[in-house]
């Protein structure tokens, strides 16, 4: 009888407001019903995702935090010697330098970054250091390393045999072409939203494959590749880091789920701006791709890209499971 009396009092409710404003009384309808929430569930980017989820998610189903989550998360393909990409085993620099970049961001705004790190295996971790250790937001290079040292990382070679043997290869060229969705993209994304309904993020690379000696790319970059806002959802990136960096991609995405938008919508709008922009540069676009994922705070999601040959990782309720998003270019 009560709920019956509720029900009533609501459509008496919007009933007055459509005499006014239809589409007000839309959305007043919509506040008033309850919404189910897609939680815990987690993102991340490429093949690898798939078992970097699988660690998170034994973070997120046991109600523990999604930034925990994140960090665990990506730390797994960050030691994975087999993944090129990404941390320990990455491909260097054209100095044969593997430099590592990485940034993470929790429900808070608190932020965590680290840029040209040499020798540390896990620079997620350090940059989670700088978040919670430092009054900054950002160290690079050999100040990041020191700090890394101060706080009990390990210095080691990240060079390895099959890295280094590529590098010389390289070398007898030495043509910087990086291979589409291979050399050129070098990032593992990871978003996540926890039991608790909090959102957080991480992101870490070896960036691209043969960069010049202190190139940064988009992914320490708060706003470029990560963004974090609790009261909208999040998103991150992966592919050419100057395209990203140049629209401020994964902040165009939050603010435009902000206004309205779905992820999936969001991320359709923020490559299609990156693709105009590189048309008017006279960019071939067969050279570039970028990848954005992105996820709300009633746990929808959505991915898009420039061109076929991205993929992401979803775990939630339903599973682990591997999906191709649209893309740009046909």
């Not at 540390?120 to 250091?129: C, D």
């Amino acid at each position: 009888m009560n709920s019956r009396r509720t029900f009533l009092k609501k459509i008496g409710v919007v009933t007055a407001a459509s005499a006014l404003a239809p589409l007000k009384a839309a959305e007043l309808l919509e506040s008033m019903t309850p919404l189910s929430v897609n939680k815990p569930i987690v993102l991340s980017t490429w093949d690898f995702g798939l078992q970097a989820n699988k660690e998170a998610w034994k973070i997120l189903s046991q109600n523990g935090k999604a930034l925990d989550a994140v960090e665990q998360g990506v730390i797994l393909v960050e030691n994975d010697p087999a993944e090129r990409s990404v941390g320990y085993g990455g491909r260097p620099d054209r100095d044969g330098k593997v430099t590592l970049d990485a940034c993470i961001m929790d429900h808070q705004y608190n932020i965590g970054s680290v840029a040209a790190l040499e020798h540390i295996k896990n620079p997620i971790s350090v940059a989670r250091a700088v978040m919670e250790r430092t009054p900054h937001v950002m160290l690079v290079g050999h100040g990041a390393l020191e700090f890394a040292l101060t706080q009990g990382f390990k210095k080691e070679n990240l060079l390895t045999p099959e890295s280094e043997k590529e590098w010389k290869e390289w070398l007898k060229d030495s043509k910087y072409k990086p291979i589409v969705n291979i050399e050129n993209h070098d990032t593992i994304g990871m978003i996540a939203l926890d039991a608790h309904g909090n959102l957080s993020g991480a992101c870490t690379t070896s960036g691209m494959a043969y960069k010049m000696h202190g190139r940064v790319g988009d992914s320490p970059i708060i706003g470029a590749g990560l963004f974090v806002d609790n009261e909208v959802g999040a998103a991150t990136a992966t592919g050419h880091g100057e395209e990203v960096i140049r629209t401020v991609g994964t902040h165009l995405v939050v603010e435009l789920m902000r206004q309205g938008h779905t992820p999936q919508n969001a991320c359709s709008e923020a490559v299609e701006r990156i693709v105009n922009i590189a048309k008017s540069r006279g960019k071939s676009l067969k050279e570039i791709q970028v990848g954005f994922i992105a996820l709300n705070k009633k746990g929808e999601y959505g991915a898009y890209c420039i061109q076929d040959g991205f993929s992401f990782a979803v775990h939630d309720q339903k599973g682990n499971r591997l999906e191709k998003p649209e893309f740009s270019l046909k």
